[in-house]
C-alpha cells in the first residue's frame, strides 16, 4: 500500500505524488482510492486502492533500473529496422507498451522510434508517441536520477545526433 506524499509511477501519464487516500461511495459501495497528481501535466487522477496492481501503478525504478534504460536507450544492437511493417500497426504495439508498466518497455517504443526517423520521416502520430515517451523516460529518469529532465533529454537525444543531424528529406 502506498502513503501519501510517496511518488509514484502512473502508466502513460509518469511520475506522480499520491496526495492523499479519500474514501468515496460508488454504487452503494464504499472504496478507497489514492489521489495522485502526475507531474507533467498537474493533473489529477484516482486509482482505486484494491486495483492499484492492475492497472500498473508502481514505484520509480531503482537507480539501477534507470541507468540500465539509459544503456538499452545506447544500444542499438537490437534493432533491425521496421522493415516496412505499417505504421498503424506500430502506432498500436507502441500504444500498448506506453500504456505499460515497465520502464523498459517505453524506453524501447522511444529507441525505435529515433531509429525509425533515421530510415523514414515519422508520421504524426508517430511523432507524437516519441514525445510521449521521451517525457515519460525524462521524468521518471530525472526522479530516480536526480538530474534535471532537459539534461537528461539532451543526453538522449545525443545516442541519436547521427540521426537528428540528416537533413531533411524532400518529398
Known sequence: MYTPEQLVV???QGVGVIERLERQE???QEAEFYIIRIFTNNITVMVPVNN???VGLRPPCSA???QAVLDSLQDRTSFSGYSGQNWNRRYR???ERLKSASLLDVGHVLKELFLISGEK???FGERRLLEQAMGLVTSELSCVLGRNEEELKAVIENFYADILAKPE???
Open 169 to 171: 528529406k524532400e518529398d
Open 26 to 28: 460508488i454504487g452503494g
Open 10 to 12: 502512473y502508466p502513460a
Open 64 to 66: 539501477d533500473e534507470a
Open 93 to 95: 504495439e507502441y500504444s
Open 121 to 123: 520521416e515519422l508520421s
Open 52 to 54: 492499484a496492481g492492475s
